[in-house]
């Protein structure tokens, strides 16, 4: 059965300090990783990630891909209040389009 | 705003009633996804349509279905509703494959 595993489920870290998320998957036919930010409602996209070894780069955030190792990590630098939200990681494998999604990991930013 | 829009935002209903979740995808796009989330369960693909019929299917239980209508939007029925059915209900829409753009959500509970 395809499963997608986040760690850790949840972390509190001061203003400034980095944090790195964590996600494992073990899926047949794999195609792509995806990360997303859910705050109040809707998920948001944050990274789409297809090829190992390729670092993805948005502001503070960046994001990596280990298709040896079947895990991808999220690293937030330079945290802030604003990025308190459940970061969801999720993988599309397989014949269909669906996403296979981990439980999320809980970041909480405190000033 | 990912250009996804979900009616209702909020649904109260009672157990052994029906229901019916509307979504509207972003211009364009022309597969549409339901996720179910639930406290304990995180995010949980629910079914997939793409330009009108059904592509994939995930956790469906048999008292709900979907459609899609010739305009692209997607409607979910939940039929004989129990209380464990409470959640948030996600749209999501897609040009094909990769990143899906989610909808705000539609709280359901079943009292």
């Known amino acids: 059965e395809d499963k997608v595993v986040q760690s850790p489920l949840s972390l509190v870290v001061h203003e400034g300090d980095t944090v790195t998320l964590n996600c494992s998957y073990e899926?047949?036919?794999?195609?792509?990783l995806l990360w997303y930010k859910q705050e109040k409602k809707a998920p948001t996209f944050l990274f789409m990630l297809t090829s190992s070894g390729i670092e993805k780069k948005s502001g503070r955030l960046s994001s990596i891909l280990d298709k040896k190792e079947l895990f991808s990590i999220l690293n937030i630098t330079a945290t802030q209040t604003g990025d308190s939200a459940i970061y969801l990681c999720?993988?599309?494998?397989?014949?269909?389009?669906?996403?296979?999604f981990g439980t999320g990991t809980r970041l909480q930013v405190f000033p | 705003d990912s250009g996804v829009t979900q009616t209702p935002k909020h649904l109260i209903t009672a157990t052994g009633q029906r229901v019916t979740l509307r979504c509207s995808p972003r211009?364009?796009?022309?597969?549409v996804y339901w996720y179910q989330q639930s406290l304990d369960q995180g995010l949980q693909f629910l079914i997939q349509?793409?330009?009108?019929?059904?592509?994939a299917k995930g956790n469906i239980l048999e008292r709900f279905s979907a459609q899609q209508f010739p305009d692209l939007h997607s409607e979910l029925n939940l039929s004989s509703l129990e209380l464990g059915d409470s959640a948030l209900y996600f749209c999501?829409?897609?040009?094909?494959?990769?990143?899906?753009?989610f909808g705000p959500g539609t709280r359901l509970t079943v009292t």
């Open positions: 999720a993988v599309e494998a397989g014949n269909t389009d669906k996403l296979i």
């Open positions: 999501a829409s897609s040009v094909a494959t990769g990143n899906q753009y």
């Open positions: 211009s364009g796009d022309l597969s």
């Open positions: 899926v047949t036919n794999f195609r792509s």
């Open positions: 349509y793409y330009n009108g019929e059904e592509r």
